[in-house]
Each structure stands twice: as C-alpha cells, then as structure tokens.
C-alpha cells in the first residue's frame, strides 16, 4: 500500500515500510510546520490500524478518513459549553462534547474550527479517552487516538497521558500533533517516536486547492499566501464569496497596520499597537488572530531576505511589490534580526503573554534597528 497523504516523501516511504512490516510504532508524534499534512497522515494511519487493512476502499477505512468511525478518537483543544466550566463536566459529557467536535470535522476535514476563548485539552478530557481508548473496538480490528494541538495539554493532563503512551493498549494507535514540541514534557516527548514534517511545496498545495475546485489562478494565490500550509489555503478557500473575500481583506489592514509600525511616527505607532491589540467582542480567537499577524510579518520579511539574496521575486507575498522601495534600506542583517525578533513574539502570544506590551516592545526594537542604520 502507498500511503496518499501530501508532501514529505521520505517520512511517507518509512510509515509505509512500517505499515508493510507490521512495526508500526504505539505512540507518535508529529511535528513541524503547521498545515503539513499530519492530520492526514494520522488518519490514514488510524484507518490502517483500525480496519486492520491497508486497502483504500474498505469501508471503515474510509470513515475513518472522514472522522466517522467509532473506533476514532479525535482530541484537539476545546472550550467549555456556554455557561459551563470543564471543571464542572463529567467524563461522559466531556466525551460527548469530543465527539461534537469531530462530528464538526466531518463536513470538511482541512478546516479547523475557531473559538472565541482560550482552547485547551484538560486532564478529564485525557481521562475520558484514556479510558475509552482502553476498551473494546465497537467495530474495527483496533482503535485510534489523535490528539491535534497536543502542546495545549496542561502539565497536569500531560502527566495523566504518560502511561497510556508508554504502554498503548493492545491493538490501539496513538499519535499527537504538535506545532511547538518544545512546549511538552521532555517525558512525552520520550515515550513517543517523533517525525517531523515540512512545509508543502506551493505546487502541492495548488494542486489540492484544484481538486478542491478552485481556478487554476486563485489556487495559484493562494498557495503562494498560505507558504506551504494546507489548512489555511483552505481556509482562504472556504473564506470566498461574491461579495468578497473577509481574510483577504484583513490581510490588507494587516500590511496597513505594519507599515503604520515600521514608518509612522512614534505616537502613531502606539496608537495603532493599542487599538490592534484592545479585546474586541465577537472577533473570535484574538491570540490565534494576533499569531496570524506576527506570522504574516514573519513571511514578508523572509520575502525581503530572499530578495536580498539574489530571489528575484517575492515568493510568499507575490502581490505585495508596490510596498517594496519603503523597505529597500534594510539590509540582510536587519531583516534576519526583524524575523527572529518577531518569531519570539509570536512565541510570547502564543504562551497568552500581554498583547500591548509584548507588540510594544517589539515595534520600538524593529525601530532601533531601522535607527542603527542611519547613524
């Protein structure tokens, strides 16, 4: 059997090597870049062991694939019901609701779904699918657990997850995603044999975008802004309509908001920091949105340095060419600084670190920079 998820070759040749040798490992990780295909890639392994076959058109395979089995535990961060606490939740709702939120997935397996509050998987959330994990499949050969955003465990279901990992139960499959590693345990990370991805390259991602039933053009676009992750150049998918596209829109008042940042004045600099950052009511996951910016930052940026280096065009950003003589006097220096100080204040968001203070401080250090190069 060939496995048929996208990208990453060589991590695909030793999933199938292993699959044919029956040495499939009890518990994994997968890590790397976001949008590289390990959700699919664990659902494909989950239909294996589940179906105990490697045939794509077996029936329980293929539910699999789209999150309909009942052997499929998928986990990923949540939050508590309106009016209710986790806390407050018995293991057999806190199951429920993890089979609410993969029914949700069932309609279009690359999108993920937005919450307006701080998601997270808690210890009775782990407990409740330790334990279902631990009993009989209802109707496959085994049973699968996929733990998606497995760095939002905290260290108290962490440590409740230990065991299970050491020792799965017989005839069961358990494989977490993770984006930031570095955020579990040294003790998970050693009970779990670990595969990192990499990003898609933007023709795969058109490709898919295509079958998906984009025109050529746009998938072409957006491929080129998702920079190699699949799940948000379907989102950018999902996102269009006659009216318009609302992501796309915001990506323009991003761009506005940076150059506000890079080259207006220090008060409107400040300003700008404290109405981007102030908590606004129905906008969904502000930390999640803010990352986003940061991230968006990151590829430009990286865009200059490519230019710098001798690309002779922009490679994630194509559309962005009018904005490039305000930033011509950065060198490569300034540039590789301006990413490493920004993927650091990604990091900070990302850990809920205060949003003013932390773009503050990150503004007044880009315009330092800027500063040294003049003096």
């Not at 490709?207 to 992750?229: H, K, N, Q, V």
Request: aromatic share 8%.
């Amino acid at each position: 059997m060939q496995l048929n998820f996208p990208g990453n070759p060589r991590l695909k040749a030793l999933l199938e090597l292993a699959l044919q040798n029956g040495s499939l490992a009890g518990s994994y990780l997968f890590e790397g870049s976001p949008g590289s295909g390990q959700e699919l890639a664990a659902l494909e392994l989950a239909a294996c062991r589940i179906s105990g076959s490697m045939a794509r058109d077996d029936d329980q395979f293929q539910r699999v694939l789209r999150f309909a089995h009942p052997d499929l535990l998928f986990v990923q961060p949540m939050v508590a019901p309106t009016g209710k606490s986790f806390g407050a939740m018995n293991e057999e709702e806190l199951l429920g609701l993890i089979r609410e939120y993969q029914g949700r997935k069932q309609k279009d397996p690359l999108l993920q779904p937005a919450f307006s509050g701080k998601p997270h998987i808690s210890i009775k959330a782990v407990r409740a699918v330790r334990k279902e994990l631990s009993s009989q499949p209802f109707e496959g050969e085994g049973r699968a657990l996929i733990i998606r955003g497995a760095d939002t465990l905290d260290a108290a279901a962490q440590d409740a997850l230990l065991k299970t990992l050491e020792e799965p139960p017989p005839g069961s499959l358990i494989i977490l995603i993770s984006y930031r590693p570095e955020a579990l345990r040294p003790t998970i990370l050693s009970r779990c044999q670990r595969l990192p991805f990499e990003a898609l390259e933007k023709e795969t991602v058109e490709g898919i975008l295509r079958e998906r039933g984009l025109a050529e053009e746009r998938a072409r676009f957006f491929a080129s802004l998702s920079a190699g992750d699949l799940e948000e150049a379907a989102k950018l998918q999902a996102s269009e309509s006659e009216d318009g596209n609302p992501l796309l829109e915001r990506r323009k008042e991003w761009f506005r908001f940076l150059d506000c940042c890079e080259f207006g004045t220090e008060v409107e600099m400040m300003d700008a920091v404290q109405d981007f950052t102030r908590t606004k009511a129905g906008q969904g996951n502000l930390t999640q949105s803010r990352a986003d910016f940061l991230s968006l930052a990151i590829d430009w940026y990286r865009d200059l340095l490519g230019l710098r280096g001798g690309e002779s065009s922009l490679r994630v950003h194509v559309d962005q060419e009018d904005r490039l003589p305000r930033y011509e006097n950065l060198d490569a220096g300034a540039l590789a600084d301006r990413i490493q100080s920004v993927e650091k204040a990604r990091d900070q968001i990302l850990r809920y670190a205060n949003a003013n203070l932390t773009f503050l401080a990150l503004f007044f250090r880009l315009r330092s920079i800027r500063s040294s190069l003049h003096a």
